[in-house]
């Protein structure tokens, strides 16, 4: 299997008067272009989940819409709480475990994907700088467990020049 982690594109600032639950702070505008032009980059690089979990917080619903929109295939979306900051990553193995597809994404907050990433390939322990809008695809054999896949692709958006 193919897990691809992707951090919540560009969202607004932090604001308690114009956002007073940071659950509904949005994406800017230029965070879901920028992130637009990256995920068809991604998609070229052959990021093609055929189910995208993400985060029920906007920026991150906001996310994964702009990645099923680039999509070239139908893909099903997914809120899931264990995605929601401070994630919960025995649930999200379990839940991913229980899909029957080659490719899936999990679309998250930092500094959580970091640390979900860093629990998958090793023991936890390493330091994985995941800009927003980036991307790593982490490659299993078997079933996903903890320090069981390789990391295939860490990528981000000024990798391209975006």
Known sequence: MLLHILRHAWAEDR???????????PLTGEGKKRFGKAVERYIDGGCRP???????????RQTADILLKHLPHKTELVEL???????????????????SVEELAWVGHAPDVSDLAAALIGDGTAAIRFAKGALATIRFDNPIDRAGGELCVLATAKLFSL
């Open 81 to 99: 709480d264990a995605l929601r900051p401070g994630s919960n990553l025995d649930e999200l193995i379990a839940w991913t475990n229980q899909q």
């Open 15 to 25: 604001d308690s008067e114009k956002f007073p639950n940071d659950d509904l702070r």
């Open 50 to 60: 055929t189910i995208v979990a993400t985060s029920p917080l906007v920026r991150c």
